[in-house]
């Protein structure tokens, strides 16, 4: 869950919110690595979410495409 101030979206994070809502399997993949990655790196926020960028990029580059 991320807040944010109206004037500080970002755009990829909305279009990033809106393929998830779209696509249900990705949803549910990310959320499984999520977990996987909260029990991994548990005391390592960082780590956590370094970990994430790779999923994360490649539903970015689909943007590009």
């Known amino acids: 869950l991320h807040i944010r101030e109206k004037s500080n979206i970002i755009p990829d994070?909305?279009?990033f919110r809106d393929f998830l809502r779209k696509?249900?399997?990705i949803r549910d993949e990310?959320?499984?690595l999520k977990y996987s990655l909260?029990?991994?790196y548990k005391y390592n926020r960082e780590e956590y979410?370094?970990?994430k960028t790779?999923?994360?990029s490649k539903?970015?580059?689909q943007r590009k495409i």
């Open 13 to 15: 994070e909305i279009y």
């Open 23 to 25: 696509n249900s399997h």
């Open 30 to 32: 990310y959320a499984k």
């Open 38 to 40: 909260a029990d991994k």
């Open 49 to 51: 979410t370094n970990a």
């Open 54 to 56: 790779g999923f994360i």
């Open 59 to 61: 539903i970015m580059e």
